[in-house]
């Protein structure tokens, strides 16, 4: 079952299934989180002084900007979407 999914051939794979764009490919889309998530880590990664401020606010900016975690969605309804 693994072995069909990473070939694609599991069902329900297709781009529409997705929501992605017309003219959209799903490994371009996911290439696309990627390095948005990948730039949020680096943004954490890069402060000298750490600290559950920086956490909290990469968390928030992660859950938002790639998994599409907002508003009613949110813990505590912390965060709306743009």
Same mark, same amino acid.
């Given at each position: 079952?693994?072995?069909?999914?990473?070939?694609?051939?599991?069902?329900?794979? #297709?781009? $529409?299934?997705?929501?992605?764009?017309?003219? =959209?490919?799903?490994?371009? !889309?996911?290439? %696309?989180?990627?390095?948005?998530?990948?730039?949020?880590?680096?943004?954490?990664? #890069?402060? $000298?002084?750490?600290?559950?401020?920086?956490? =909290?606010?990469?968390?928030? !900016?992660?859950? %938002?900007?790639?998994?599409?975690?907002?508003?009613?969605?949110?813990?505590?309804?912390?965060?709306?979407?743009?």
């Amino acid at each position: 079952m693994l072995g069909q999914i990473a070939e694609r051939k599991g069902g329900q794979q #297709a781009e $529409a299934d997705y929501g992605v764009p017309k003219g =959209l490919a799903l490994r371009d !889309e996911i290439a %696309r989180y990627y390095r948005i998530g990948e730039a949020l880590f680096k943004d954490l990664n #890069a402060s $000298a002084n750490p600290s559950a401020a920086a956490a =909290l606010t990469f968390t928030e !900016e992660l859950l %938002r900007s790639v998994f599409g975690i907002c508003g009613d969605q949110a813990p505590r309804g912390r965060w709306n979407c743009v």
